[in-house]
């Protein structure tokens, strides 16, 4: 069974780096048939995918939307079997609930998530 | 980036009643559709994929249908377990990922 377990301060304050990380169990990070994304939740911006990672052949990959991918920055860290997501520049509008999800190639959606973690943004 | 509506952004229905939500894609996605339920204080959890495939585990009166732009979501006769928000979701190779803004199920 996959379970992922989030970690990272619930209050950053504007400006400053959000930073948080997701560990795995019951999968790898470096699986070549899964990716390891970051998925956010507002009120006022609903369900919004920040991106992934994920590991073909011998590399890493990294694909990120336009919204975001300025501020952005996910990746993995093998020797603890986990993955991280950080924001830059964070104001107020990026207060939200931050979740990680597993999918299983381009194609698949996400199967197994993160419990949530709201982050606060406020001085 | 393909845009995702859901409608209606919020419905009441009692126990027993058929419910029907539907998400338009603003571009066909090959059937790369899947629908969540979101509960408050839970991770989202998946129901169907590709469109019209049931995750295991869930319940038989929960299917989806469609193809290109056009999906359903149908829960055949809703249990109080069912209220929550649902999301559709498109996967579509090589863009970006999207949600819809979600359809708010309501005891009436």
Redesign the interface.
């Known amino acids: 069974q996959v379970q992922l377990q989030q970690s990272g301060p619930g209050l950053v304050k504007p400006s400053q780096t959000l930073s948080l990380t997701c560990a795995i169990s019951g999968d790898s990070v470096s699986s070549r048939s899964c990716a390891w994304n970051w998925i956010r939740q507002s009120p006022s911006r609903g369900l919004e995918w920040l991106g992934r990672t994920y590991y073909r052949s011998t590399k890493w990959y990294n694909d990120y939307p336009v919204s975001v991918e300025s501020r952005v920055t996910i990746n993995a860290d093998t020797s603890k079997n986990q993955f991280s997501l950080q924001l830059n520049s964070v104001t107020p509008e990026d207060t939200a609930v931050y979740y990680c999800a597993r999918d299983t190639g381009t194609t698949f959606p996400f199967d197994y998530w993160g419990q949530g973690i709201l982050v606060t943004v406020s001085s | 980036?393909i845009q995702m509506t859901q409608s209606p952004s919020a419905l009441s229905a009692s126990v027993g009643d058929r419910v029907t939500i539907t998400c338009r894609a603003s571009q066909s996605i090959n059937s790369?559709l899947?629908w969540?339920q979101h509960k408050p204080?839970?991770?989202?959890k998946?129901l169907i994929?590709k469109a019209s495939n049931l995750?295991g585990g869930v319940p038989s009166r929960f299917s989806g249908s469609g193809s290109g732009t056009e999906f359903t979501l149908t829960i055949s006769s809703l249990q109080p377990d069912d209220f929550a928000t649902y999301?559709c979701?498109q996967?579509?190779?090589?863009t970006?990922?999207?949600?819809?803004?979600?359809t708010k199920v309501e005891i009436k």
Do not use: H, K, V, W
């Open positions: 980036d790369c899947a969540y204080g839970r991770a989202p998946l994929y995750e999301y979701q996967y579509n190779s090589y970006p990922i999207t949600f819809g803004q979600g």
